[in-house]
């Protein structure tokens, strides 16, 4: 991994078009800003992964646990009735 | 055309019903092409099914069917898309997590739906960073 160090304000610029600048700095952690492309999503890591790994585990779904779940929500909504 | 699923079987769909995903979808970034797919005993699921992998699908769902109140404003994802967010028409759906044998348990990710562009056939799912919804909402409480 690259390592660099900047100060407040300074930024550094990763190919073209993103530019990353160090914003505050506190004990604990460093505000950042971003400027990207809109192509480019920008997430935190945790985020990111999270969402990954929620895809992941849809896309292993069984079908007779959907049928399953979805009378599941319509007995669901049929009670809301 | 015809594709193998490993849901549903075999499947005829029609080739302008396809949505391309351009960036893919996190996980999976190099399927890019799906159709949505609904059988009448998974109402009111429907399956978002890649059309280059059959043993690739996601379970989603309308999410104001257990949410009313759920909206996606444009403003989460002009970032990520240069729709015409006036003139064409955009589908929301949130991907299902059903648990094997424990459907009971089942949860869905309300913090990053996909988003479908119906008059250009394209789909990107977008995550709502600014909300509180949960990318992990039990459906049955």
Known sequence: ??????????????????????????????????DAPREITVLRQEV??????????SSKGDKFDITRAAKLIENKESGKK | ????????????IDADKIINMPSGIPGFKDKKRYVVLQKEETV?????????????????????KVMPEYSIEKSDFEKSVDWAFEEEEISCFVIVTIPNGNPEKMTANFMAPLVINNDRKQGVQI????????HKQPLLK
Do not use: A
């Not at chain 1, 991994?1 to 700095?25: N, Y």
């Not at chain 2, 995550?127 to 949960?134: A, D, E, F, P």
């Open chain 1, 1 to 34: 991994m690259l390592i660099l160090t900047r100060k407040v304000g300074e930024s550094i610029v990763i190919g073209d078009d993103i530019v990353i600048k160090v914003v505050e700095t506190g004990k604990n952690n460093i505000r950042i800003g971003i």
């Open chain 2, 127 to 134: 995550v709502l960073q600014s909300s509180n919804y949960s």
């Open chain 2, 44 to 64: 009111p699921f429907f399956l978002y099914q890649s059309v280059d992998d059959s043993n690739l699908s996601f379970v989603v769902l309308d999410p104001t």
């Open chain 2, 1 to 12: 055309m015809k594709i193998q699923t490993r849901q549903f079987g075999e499947v005829d």
């Open chain 1, 48 to 57: 990111y992964e999270s969402i990954q790994q929620e895809n992941i585990l």
